[in-house]
């Protein structure tokens, strides 16, 4: 891959982690819950800390994201550091989709009886699905990523 096509996508996940980070800071001053809270009880809610500490997975996976294209820019692909950056994505996928869950069973045992809480268990759904499927294909990825380093590896032994 060209260096500035790499250059470029860890442009874009970091814009992703910026923006990620903005709607995370200014988002409950709008909407929701905590709408009509002053600024130290917005940030002290339990449900908003929550959502503060498990979006930490979401960051660490992104980390990760622009380590593998770090690997990529490198040459170095086909090794087994890039494998378990591959690894550690995968289970950022999954500890968030768990948490998702986690804060989806939580607002529909607890919300309010005056509150409808469709809206926001359809996004813990669709959140969820997204989160099985890039751990579905980070896992086909690894697979792919082992066979092609363990080739490499007998490759290297028979020359």
């Given at each position: 891959?060209?260096?500035?096509?790499?250059?470029?996508?860890?442009?874009?996940?970091?814009?992703?982690?910026?923006?990620?980070?903005?709607l995370l800071v200014r988002?409950?001053?709008?909407?929701?819950?905590?709408?009509?809270?002053?600024?130290?009880?917005?940030?002290?809610?339990?449900?908003?800390?929550?959502?503060?500490?498990?979006?930490?997975?979401?960051?660490?996976?992104?980390?990760?994201?622009?380590?593998?294209?770090?690997?990529?820019?490198?040459?170095?692909?086909?090794?087994?550091?890039?494998?378990?950056?591959?690894?550690?994505?995968?289970?950022?996928?999954?500890?968030?989709?768990?948490?998702?869950?986690?804060?989806?069973?939580?607002?529909?045992?607890?919300?309010?009886?005056?509150?409808?809480?469709?809206?926001?268990?359809?996004?813990?759904?669709?959140?969820?699905?997204?989160?099985?499927a890039v751990a579905t294909?980070?896992?086909?990825?690894?697979?792919?990523?082992?066979?092609?380093?363990?080739?490499?590896s007998e490759n290297d032994?028979?020359?």
């Amino acid at each position: 891959m060209k260096k500035m096509s790499i250059v470029f996508l860890q442009g874009i996940v970091v814009l992703i982690g910026v923006l990620a980070l903005f709607l995370l800071v200014r988002f409950p001053m709008l909407e929701g819950r905590a709408q009509n809270l002053d600024l130290l009880s917005i940030y002290t809610d339990p449900f908003i800390l929550y959502g503060y500490a498990s979006s930490i997975a979401f960051f660490i996976a992104l980390y990760k994201a622009f380590k593998l294209l770090g690997y990529i820019a490198q040459e170095k692909l086909f090794s087994t550091n890039s494998i378990k950056t591959l690894r550690s994505i995968r289970y950022c996928a999954i500890a968030s989709g768990i948490l998702i869950v986690l804060a989806g069973i939580y607002i529909m045992i607890f919300h309010h009886k005056d509150d409808d809480p469709a809206g926001f268990l359809g996004m813990c759904i669709l959140t969820t699905f997204i989160c099985i499927a890039v751990a579905t294909a980070i896992v086909v990825l690894e697979r792919i990523l082992q066979n092609a380093v363990d080739m490499k590896s007998e490759n290297d032994l028979t020359i």
